[in-house]
Every structure is written in structure tokens, then in C-alpha cells.
């Protein structure tokens, strides 16, 4: 059987983040550039929750990996 495949908004609306369009643009704008020394998990702004969330997905190589790295190199591209 098949993982699931996740958008990359339900990544959002998992780590109880507003999901929709404009809100995923803020938060990707308002974090970035995250430095390359930095691991996604270690971002100072995440809860413990949503560190825990993306520690176990990684852990467990989770059908939430693709959009994982999608928003890790979202976050790691210089502002314009």
C-alpha cells in the first residue's frame, strides 16, 4: 500500500498553523532565511509541539517527509 501524499498546506494545518495561501507566504517570509547551521527542527520558533511533530516524522521517515522538505527549503531561500 501506498504513503499518503500530503500538500504542502496540510503541513500547515498539522503543525496547527493557518493553512491557507497568504498565512503559509507570511510565515515562510517572516522565518526566512533560516541559516544553513540550523536544522529545521532546532528553528527557535516552533512550540514543543510542533518540534515534536517534525522530530517524529523524521524519525519515522513519515509520509510528511516531501512536504517537510519543501518548507525546509522554503525557509533556507534568501529574502528578495
Not at 532546532?42 to 509541539?49: I, K, L, M, Y
Not at 522538505?69 to 525557509?75: I, K, R, S, T, V
Request: proline fraction near 9%; aromatic fraction near 10%; avoid cysteine.
Amino acid at each position: 500500500m501506498d504513503a499518503p501524499i500530503h500538500p504542502f498546506a496540510e503541513l500547515f494545518k498539522q503543525l496547527g498553523l493557518p493553512d491557507d495561501a497568504q498565512s503559509i507566504d507570511q510565515f515562510i517570509t517572516s522565518h526566512s532565511p533560516l541559516k544553513n547551521e540550523i536544522k529545521l527542527v532546532d528553528a527557535p520558533f516552533w512550540s514543543d509541539s510542533q518540534r515534536a511533530f517534525l522530530q517524529e516524522s523524521i524519525i519515522e521517515d513519515a509520509d510528511w517527509a516531501e512536504p517537510f522538505d519543501q518548507l525546509n527549503e522554503a525557509l533556507r531561500r534568501p529574502r528578495k
